[in-house]
Protein backbone atom coordinates (compact mmCIF):
# COMPACT_ATOMS: atom_id res chain seq x y z
CA UNK A 1 0.00 0.00 0.00
CA UNK A 2 1.54 3.30 -0.71
CA UNK A 3 -0.03 6.61 0.19
CA UNK A 4 0.77 10.18 -1.23
CA UNK A 5 -1.52 12.86 -0.21
CA UNK A 6 -1.04 16.64 -0.19
CA UNK A 7 -2.60 19.17 2.62
CA UNK A 8 -2.92 22.45 4.16
CA UNK A 9 -2.78 23.28 7.88
CA UNK A 10 -3.52 26.02 9.79
CA UNK A 11 -1.72 26.82 12.97
CA UNK A 12 -0.83 29.73 14.94
CA UNK A 13 2.94 30.33 15.29
CA UNK A 14 5.39 31.90 18.48
CA UNK A 15 8.97 32.91 18.22
CA UNK A 16 9.28 32.74 22.04
CA UNK A 17 12.38 30.22 22.99
CA UNK A 18 11.20 27.35 25.54
CA UNK A 19 7.41 28.15 24.65
CA UNK A 20 5.70 24.99 24.27
CA UNK A 21 2.40 24.88 22.51
CA UNK A 22 -0.48 22.00 22.02
CA UNK A 23 -2.62 21.89 18.62
CA UNK A 24 -5.58 20.34 17.40
CA UNK A 25 -5.79 21.98 14.01
CA UNK A 26 -7.94 21.12 10.88
CA UNK A 27 -5.86 19.69 7.74
CA UNK A 28 -7.82 21.30 4.69
CA UNK A 29 -7.15 20.31 0.80
CA UNK A 30 -6.31 23.38 -0.44
CA UNK A 31 -4.36 26.70 1.02
CA UNK A 32 -8.03 27.82 0.73
CA UNK A 33 -9.73 28.52 4.44
CA UNK A 34 -12.88 27.45 2.74
CA UNK A 35 -11.40 23.88 1.39
CA UNK A 36 -12.85 20.63 2.42
CA UNK A 37 -10.91 19.49 5.84
CA UNK A 38 -10.46 15.88 6.13
CA UNK A 39 -8.41 15.35 9.38
CA UNK A 40 -6.61 17.24 12.13
CA UNK A 41 -3.12 18.24 13.66
CA UNK A 42 -2.99 17.07 16.65
CA UNK A 43 0.50 17.01 19.12
CA UNK A 44 2.87 19.51 20.42
CA UNK A 45 5.14 22.44 19.06
CA UNK A 46 7.78 24.10 20.86
CA UNK A 47 9.61 26.63 20.02
CA UNK A 48 13.58 25.23 19.03
CA UNK A 49 16.20 27.95 18.41
CA UNK A 50 16.72 30.59 20.58
CA UNK A 51 17.30 33.33 16.96
CA UNK A 52 15.24 31.70 14.49
CA UNK A 53 11.36 30.80 14.08
CA UNK A 54 12.03 27.24 14.52
CA UNK A 55 9.83 24.73 16.33
CA UNK A 56 10.33 21.00 17.34
CA UNK A 57 6.82 18.81 16.15
CA UNK A 58 5.62 16.02 17.22
CA UNK A 59 2.28 15.77 15.16
CA UNK A 60 -0.54 13.41 14.87
CA UNK A 61 -2.48 13.69 11.47
CA UNK A 62 -5.91 11.75 12.65
CA UNK A 63 -7.99 11.08 9.92
CA UNK A 64 -11.73 11.79 9.95
CA UNK A 65 -13.52 11.27 7.05
CA UNK A 66 -12.92 9.38 3.58
CA UNK A 67 -11.13 5.61 3.38
CA UNK A 68 -8.70 6.59 6.09
CA UNK A 69 -11.25 7.37 8.89
CA UNK A 70 -10.20 6.44 12.14
CA UNK A 71 -6.31 5.65 11.03
CA UNK A 72 -3.34 8.09 12.30
CA UNK A 73 0.22 8.99 11.04
CA UNK A 74 2.73 10.70 13.52
CA UNK A 75 5.30 13.14 12.54
CA UNK A 76 8.91 14.17 14.58
CA UNK A 77 11.31 16.59 13.89
CA UNK A 78 12.11 19.53 13.35
CA UNK A 79 10.70 22.56 11.11
CA UNK A 80 12.28 25.33 10.49
CA UNK A 81 9.67 27.73 8.67
CA UNK A 82 12.84 29.52 7.21
CA UNK A 83 13.92 26.49 5.43
CA UNK A 84 11.74 26.71 1.64
CA UNK A 85 11.16 22.91 2.25
CA UNK A 86 11.28 20.76 5.20
CA UNK A 87 11.49 17.01 5.65
CA UNK A 88 10.05 15.42 8.69
CA UNK A 89 9.99 11.43 9.07
CA UNK A 90 6.91 9.30 9.98
CA UNK A 91 7.61 7.48 13.16
CA UNK A 92 4.27 5.78 13.84
CA UNK A 93 0.98 4.91 12.61
CA UNK A 94 -2.43 3.26 13.01
CA UNK A 95 -5.60 1.73 11.04
CA UNK A 96 -4.98 1.38 7.86
CA UNK A 97 -1.21 2.87 8.14
CA UNK A 98 -0.40 -0.09 10.51
CA UNK A 99 3.31 -0.93 10.03
CA UNK A 100 4.35 1.59 7.59
CA UNK A 101 6.73 3.93 7.13
CA UNK A 102 7.67 7.29 4.92
CA UNK A 103 8.36 10.84 5.29
CA UNK A 104 6.57 14.01 5.73
CA UNK A 105 7.75 17.12 3.23
CA UNK A 106 6.66 20.82 4.33
CA UNK A 107 6.40 24.18 2.68
CA UNK A 108 5.18 27.63 3.97
CA UNK A 109 2.80 29.10 1.68
CA UNK A 110 1.65 31.99 3.90
CA UNK A 111 2.64 33.23 7.52
CA UNK A 112 1.08 36.21 9.12
CA UNK A 113 3.36 37.08 11.62
CA UNK A 114 1.54 39.86 13.67
CA UNK A 115 -1.48 37.19 14.21
CA UNK A 116 0.54 34.45 14.27
CA UNK A 117 -1.27 32.50 11.63
CA UNK A 118 0.73 29.97 8.80
CA UNK A 119 -0.93 27.98 6.43
CA UNK A 120 1.63 25.05 5.69
CA UNK A 121 1.43 22.35 2.69
CA UNK A 122 2.45 19.13 3.40
CA UNK A 123 3.32 16.39 1.04
CA UNK A 124 3.02 12.92 3.06
CA UNK A 125 4.64 9.73 1.61
CA UNK A 126 4.02 6.56 3.12
CA UNK A 127 4.38 3.03 1.93
CA UNK A 128 5.39 -0.34 2.82
Known amino acids: MNLESSFFSTFKI ?3 FLRCDLADDLLIETTSPQSKRFS ?11 HQLAIIM ?10 NNGSCISLL ?8 VRKMPIVS ?16 HQA ?13 IVGY
Request: charged share 10%.
Open 40 to 50: RAQGLYGSAFQ
Open 77 to 84: GNNRSIVP
Open 112 to 124: DFKFGDIIVGCNV
Open 14 to 16: TNS
Open 58 to 67: SMSFVFVDGP
Open 93 to 108: DTGVFLLTGGYAIAQT
